[in-house]
């Protein structure tokens, strides 16, 4: 067990991700909050506390992506927790989908997981620890207008899935967490007729907050969760059932 743990949270500027950075800290990880804004991650690590830091980072670059993780792990010398978190939406009808709102979406919300994975898996593989937690979403078994996303998180799933079975032999977990309907910017923003037709689909009767993924994800990225990997966690209240 790591006594300090290092955690990479990406998408950690706002929603879901800044839960999950703001958890990871309170239980004394060092967070390394990532997003495309810099001054958004920057702000979340000034809450998360002084060793924690905000760095800007397009996780779809894969050059990026390698320098990023070469810097920290020259800084810090261990990487313990990655959680994948960045992700963008393009909705649109599969007829009226153009190709850039389905490679962007492609190149974000999967390829930049399988850049993250890649370049910290090879150091956890070496340290034989770590915890990867794939955010992925409810919407990976289809959703209607948005095949670019439910494409990429299904891809999101299976990329978890396999990574689980090649790094289980070093010691390294690998799960995936799909939230359902959560209270973020985005969903406050809706038409409040659309926010209903949403809300009446959740057996527990509300909508999630972002504690309740990162509530989640705290327990899967510790010890306790040792023998758990592999995993596909739906965070919905019952929204799937």
């Not at 950690?12 to 991700?17: C, K, L, Q, T, Y």
């Not at 919300?109 to 910290?120: E, H, Q, S």
């Not at 955010?135 to 207008?145: E, F, K, R």
């Amino acid at each position: 067990m790591q006594n300090k743990r290092i955690s990479i949270v990406t998408g950690a500027g706002r929603g879901i991700g800044a839960g999950i950075a703001t958890r990871l800290a309170m239980r004394g990880d060092s967070v390394i909050c990532v997003d495309i804004d810099v001054q958004a991650a920057e702000a979340i690590a000034a809450e998360c506390g002084e060793r924690s830091i905000g760095i800007g980072l397009d996780v779809s670059d894969s050059a990026a992506v390698n320098t990023f993780v070469a810097d920290l792990i020259d800084r810090y010398s261990q990487i313990d927790v990655l959680v994948n978190n960045a992700g963008i939406n393009r909705d649109a009808m599969l007829h009226k989908m153009t190709d850039e709102a389905w490679e962007s979406v492609i190149a974000v919300d999967l390829t930049g997981v399988f850049n993250l994975c890649r370049a910290v898996g090879a150091q956890m593989r070496t340290a034989s620890y770590g915890r990867i937690v794939n955010v992925a979403s409810a919407s990976w078994m289809g959703n209607i207008g948005q095949t670019n996303y439910a494409a990429a998180k299904a891809g999101v799933v299976g990329l978890t899935r396999s990574i689980a079975k090649e790094l289980a032999f070093k010691q390294v977990t690998a799960n995936a967490v799909c939230p359902g309907f959560i209270l973020t910017e985005m969903t406050k923003a809706m038409p409040p007729q659309l926010f209903d037709v949403q809300l009446a689909k959740i057996p527990l009767g509300r909508p999630g907050e972002p504690s309740d993924v990162a509530k989640v994800i705290d327990f899967l990225t510790s010890d306790d969760a040792a023998y758990v990997t592999g995993e596909v966690i739906n965070v919905g209240g019952g929204y799937k059932l």
